[in-house]
């Protein structure tokens, strides 16, 4: 798959908006296949299915449930227009404790209860869906009209204890800065990666969630100095700065 070969961190099979209601059958057949093991190695992939309520949502999950063999490419699965922690408890509950559970926030109720989704047992970590979010709210859907949004994610992931959340996918395509923007935005708020919907989006993803020439260098001088200068560059140095400066150099593969 080019997104696996672009060097996607994990490769999500959408069986949701992608695909039109006369081919889910076909997509989702097309997935299985793609998952077991045959003689060629499955694909590795979390896969997003369609809302819980709709049609498709339980017939989804009995077929990749009962595929989930040893062997099984399947990594996990994306719950999008997730609302109700109840209802991804029970699925948690007839999942194998190694598959992730991504719930995928994109409506007004699911943001009021992100820490109820948060907090059920086995979800790996929250994703947003800013542009149907933007739509259930009746917002503008740039970037900066959902601050408060993103804010609310972070600190209720945090608050559950699980990894940082996605972030919604950019609609730019072949414009990288404008994706590496979008990526910067979200790194500062907090979250842990970016969702992509091309392979061209990744190169500038990952540059904007690694760290800098100058944070690694800043980080390195504040860990030099630990235990001796109280400040640097007119900072000072305690210690939630340098578990910061930590966090940095273990991001950059450079733990001292």
Request: proline letters at 5%.
């Amino acid at each position: 798959m080019k997104a696996a070969a672009a060097g996607a961190g994990v490769v999500i099979i959408d069986l949701e908006d992608a695909v039109a209601p006369d081919a889910k059958d076909a997509a989702l057949s097309a997935a299985l296949e793609a998952l077991t093991p045959s003689g060629a190695s499955p694909v590795r992939a979390l896969v997003r299915v369609n809302p819980a309520g709709s049609r498709r949502h339980d017939a989804e999950i009995t077929a990749l449930l009962s595929a989930a063999t040893p062997g099984s490419g399947l990594l996990g699965i994306v719950v999008p227009k997730a609302e109700d922690a109840g209802a991804l408890r029970r699925l948690r509950m007839s999942m194998p404790e190694h598959l992730a559970l991504v719930p995928l926030v994109e409506s007004a109720a699911g943001v009021v209860n992100a820490l109820e989704l948060a907090r059920v047992p086995g979800v790996t970590r929250l994703a947003f869906g800013a542009i149907d979010f933007a739509l259930d709210i009746n917002a503008d859907g740039g970037d900066r009209f959902l601050d408060h949004t993103r804010a609310h994610l972070v600190l209720a992931s945090r608050a559950a204890g699980i990894a940082a959340p996605l972030d919604s996918p950019s609609t730019e395509i072949r414009d990288a800065g404008r994706v590496a923007d979008s990526a910067r935005l979200a790194r500062n708020f907090g979250f842990g990666g970016k969702l992509c919907i091309h392979p061209a989006q990744l190169a500038a993803v990952h540059g904007a969630f690694a760290p800098s020439k100058a944070d690694v260098e800043w980080a390195l001088s504040v860990i030099g100095a630990e235990g001796g200068a109280a400040q640097i560059d007119g900072q000072m140095i305690d210690l939630p700065v340098t578990e910061r400066a930590k966090r940095i150099l273990q991001h950059a593969g450079k733990e001292q």
